[in-house]
């Protein structure tokens, strides 16, 4: 008998924990997930500070959900908000021999830009193009070792054992990388737990990022969404986007497409989860439920 390999995904966010298992690679199927409130006062996000206030409410929280998932996973992909870390496109003008040459130069590179202790970060990287010239692209990720750190610790400490550390605008394009990938020139926009993100894809490399944090009335998703779309047509006015992909919670859905519609002057196609996954056997759970392991299960595909 042939077992299915299985990947659990752990998002934490402001508004709680949330735990998926799935398993079947592109084909993604949806064995089972949660999501529970955190108690006031454990949890404030920040990009300097430990963010986990209370650590013994956090472990009790996570083994309590992890119990109740009735899975023998343990090794988990966790999913941070965008919030707690930084993004950086970042364009070199050589590639390099190795890895470890790789992050010496990123962090030479950054330190014009970034007033941070580059040694206190940490710094991981992708590379999204190699030209023929030598230059490269690149997808580079910073996360405060403080940060990371407490979260291994203690998701350590409640029985789990982090295998990836990613943010939540990556983990919810895993989920419809499929569709996204059949159009090399589009935009995947998304608001998700209050906070909304673009990814702009030229040649089906990734050429914009941006995310921001913001109330879901209508003004505030218009100004921010317009203001990114004006920055990249400034910094690259030859890129023509050529379709819009969006998604949003079920009942923010259809305001939303039309919002980014608006904006863009373009239909978008709205994505939906359902669509993207299935339910395993025994596996039963509405529209809102399962949008609210959308990042979970995100970071779940990675170990599948």
């Known amino acids: 008998m042939i077992l299915s390999r299985k990947g659990l995904g752990l998002e934490v966010s402001a508004e709680g924990l949330s735990l998926a298992v799935a398993s079947g690679g592109k084909n ?31 472990v009790a929280a996570v083994r309590e959900a992890h119990l109740r ?23 070199l003008e050589a590639r390099f021999r190795s890895r470890e040459e790789g992050l010496e130069i990123i962090r030479w590179k950054l330190k014009k830009n970034f007033p941070i202790d580059l040694g206190a970060v940490q710094l991981d990287y992708q590379t999204l193009v190699e030209r023929e010239n030598g230059a490269v692209s690149l997808l580079v990720s910073l996360l405060s070792r403080p940060v990371a750190a407490q979260y291994e ?39 998700y737990r209050g906070a909304l993100t673009v990814l702009i ?23 921010e969404l317009n203001s990114s779309l004006l920055v990249y047509r400034d910094r690259y006015p030859g890129q023509a986007i050529g379709e819009v992909f969006c ?25 939906d989860l359902e669509r993207a996954v ?24 990675r170990s599948l």
Not at 29 to 42: A, D, K, Y
């Open 28 to 58: 993604l199927t949806v064995q089972g997930g949660l999501s529970v409130p955190l108690p006031p006062g454990t949890l404030q996000l920040s990009r300097r500070e430990p963010n986990v206030l209370n650590a013994a409410h956090f």
């Open 247 to 271: 998604m949003a919670s079920p009942a923010e859905a259809e305001p939303f497409r039309a919002l980014v519609a608006e904006t863009t002057q373009m239909e978008p196609v709205l994505l």
């Open 153 to 191: 610790e203690l998701l350590g400490e409640a029985g789990l054992e982090p295998r990836f550390i990613d943010f939540t605008s990556f983990n919810l394009y895993r989920m419809f990388a499929q569709r996204l990938e059949m159009s090399e020139d589009a935009a995947f926009v998304s608001f």
């Open 201 to 223: 894809f030229f040649g089906g490399v990734l050429s914009f990022y941006r995310t921001k944090e913001t109330p879901g009335e209508a003004q505030n998703l218009y100004r």
């Open 69 to 91: 998932l009735l899975t023998k996973e343990r090794a988990a992909s966790v999913s941070l908000p965008d919030a707690v870390g930084r993004v950086v496109l970042l364009d």
């Open 278 to 301: 299935a339910l395993g056997a025994g596996t039963v759970m509405d529209k809102n439920a399962l949008h609210g392991l959308c990042a979970a299960l995100g970071a779940a595909s």
